[in-house]
């Protein structure tokens, strides 16, 4: 059989995953200390495991709607307005999706024809690209750089609209340089995008998950952005839930209906049990929140001080839960530093440019790891450092 012949060349166009290809090769490794993923290290809060314990033995196995728990939609409403001053029906304008992911995937999907333009920031998560690919979209990349903290300027925004732009894809708080967008930023944002026909895909996934004083703003919440935006969010790092796989797609009910169409046919709903534990969550979660990020914070500080006084030139960052160093200085490409220093201290980290072109020059290091746990990769960086 001729597989060439059979797979579609934009698939097989696309290229595997950067995280995961150090992730897995340090797999094969014993004592490697990885600061690759991006995963909670810590457990679900008992109290959101209960719930979904509850739901399993009280039998509620069946299907949901395909939008998600009634009561589940009215949680994140509720929660959305208490916490970021957005206001949905949850009646037309809430989906609950298979992780964030898929509400990213499906808000594409449902807005993008052969040759349309999305606006793409990077560095930023990798599934965006491949996503806009995959439906015969074009990605149109705009390099962010450290000099800005990994901002969107207009300025950039504005010269890389065309007549074919449909949407541009917000990814903040940004995985992976821990960037933000202030009020202040997206009001700009916002001015550029108000008279035009363009999308948002906001990806708030990170949303509880900032520093330094500053709460997170949803463009959403910016005047005469709601109506032309999709706000994603979702469970996995905030409540440490990435297993449980919950997310949720919120917007104007025009975008939603077609998006929830998408859903209906490719995934039906959402898994009953998980659906239970958000529940919980929401309602009753923000005290196990406040106290992940507590340790975060600490961790975030620790090691920024520590690729800082290893000469990695390191910026702070202000949202979710990676730091973003510079590695230039090495004279290694990010794909070559993180080979040789997996294989020679077995470290894993991830090399800037998975996510993107414009992460040539830094890697990726997750914090949602023990203090001991970076205080040893922090050692052996410094270890290898002393070697090149």
């Known amino acids: 059989m001729d597989y060439s012949k059979i797979l579609s060349p934009t698939v097989q166009s696309i ?42 033995e009280s039998g509620k196995t069946r299907y949901t709607s395909n939008k998600g728990l009634e009561v589940l939609r009215r949680e994140i409403c509720t929660y959305l307005k208490r916490k970021y001053d957005l206001e949905y029906d949850y009646q037309d304008e809430v989906l ?33 690209e491949p996503m806009v690919r995959l439906v015969g979209g074009v990605p149109v990349i705009i390099e962010t750089n ?18 074919r732009t449909k949407a541009v894809i917000m990814p903040y708080p940004c995985n992976p340089t821990g960037g933000i ?20 895909i906001s990806d708030e996934i990170y949303a509880e998950l900032t520093f330094g004083g500053k709460r997170h703003v949803s463009i959403a919440s910016i005047d005469g952005m709601r109506e032309r935006t999709v706000v994603v969010n ?32 490719a995934i039906m709903c959402a898994p009953t049990t998980a659906q239970y534990a958000a529940i919980e969550a929401l309602k009753n979660g923000d005290e196990a929140v406040a106290a992940m990020m507590e340790e975060y914070d600490m961790r975030r500080r620790l090691i920024v001080a520590g690729f800082n006084r290893i ?12 730091a973003f160093p510079c590695i230039a200085s090495t004279g290694l490409s990010s794909e070559e530093f993180c080979e040789r220093l997996l294989y020679a ?4 980290v991830v090399p800037g440019t998975a996510f ?29 450092l002393k070697t090149i």
Request: with cysteine.
């Open 356 to 384: 993107g072109q414009g992460g040539e020059g830094f890697i990726r290091a997750s914090y949602c790891y023990s203090t001991e746990h970076i205080q040893e990769a922090i050692r052996r960086i410094e270890r290898f």
């Open 345 to 348: 201290e077995k470290v894993a």
């Open 96 to 128: 609950v999706t298979v992780g964030g992911s898929e509400a990213i995937d499906g808000a594409i999907r449902a807005i993008t024809c052969l040759g349309d333009e999305i606006i793409i920031p990077q560095p930023s998560y990798v599934c965006y």
């Open 234 to 265: 979702g469970f996995s790092k905030s409540f440490s839930m990435t297993g449980w796989r919950m997310g949720y797609a919120c917007g104007p009910a025009p975008l939603m209906q077609q998006i929830t169409k998408i859903h209906q046919f």
């Open 146 to 163: 450290a000099e800005h903290d990994f901002k969107l300027t207009p300025e950039d925004l504005r010269a890389a609209i065309t007549p």
């Open 311 to 322: 000469g990695l030139s390191c910026r702070e960052p202000k949202g979710a839960f990676y």
């Open 181 to 200: 967008m202030a009020r202040e930023d997206l009001e700009k944002v916002a001015e550029v995008l108000k008279d035009t026909n363009i999308v948002v």
């Open 15 to 56: 290229k595997p995953s950067g995280i995961r290809k150090f992730f897995d090769i340090a797999e094969t490794m014993q004592d490697v200390i990885s600061l690759g993923v991006g995963e909670p290290d810590f457990p679900t809060p008992w109290e959101i495991r209960k719930a979904g314990i509850l739901s399993l």
